[in-house]
């Protein structure tokens, strides 16, 4: 917990001595990152570099519901495929088929939806083709 700062002193020469000791103490040796460059210091300006940051770190998707879809059944086919029972598989295609159709049925906003509703039939008998047996 930091000191109060004395009434008498001003707030710029009360952190400088702060600054001051802390050095002498040697609380500033051996930090992490030291010597090395600040990320992004060298480039220009960016006003929504937070936002940026918040996205990039929170791995959020910006993408309208009709690109977001596509993603979205590219991950879940490939999940499907590591599934060990088939009523899990018809569960989850289930489940991402009325994804598809609400997408489909609501998006207005980017491009128009290209992608229509799976056939549960053939990716279960796809899925029983890769299990072994």
Do not use: C
């Amino acid at each position: 917990m930091t000191k109060r700062k004395p009434r008498h002193e001003s707030w710029e020469s009360w952190t400088e001595r702060q600054i001051r000791e802390a050095q002498s103490e040697g609380q500033f040796d051996r930090l992490s990152g030291a010597g090395r460059p600040i990320p992004g210091l060298g480039g220009t300006y960016d006003p929504l570099w937070w936002v940026k940051k918040l996205v990039e770190r929170e791995k959020l998707s910006v993408l309208p519901p009709s690109l977001g879809i596509k993603t979205k059944v590219e991950e879940e086919l490939a999940a499907i495929g590591r599934l060990a029972h088939e009523g899990e598989v018809r569960l989850r295609l289930a489940a991402l088929n009325e994804e598809i159709a609400k997408v489909n049925r609501t998006a207005i906003s980017g491009p128009a939806t290209t992608l229509g509703l799976l056939d549960v039939e053939a990716i279960v008998v796809e899925w029983r083709a890769a299990r072994p047996r």
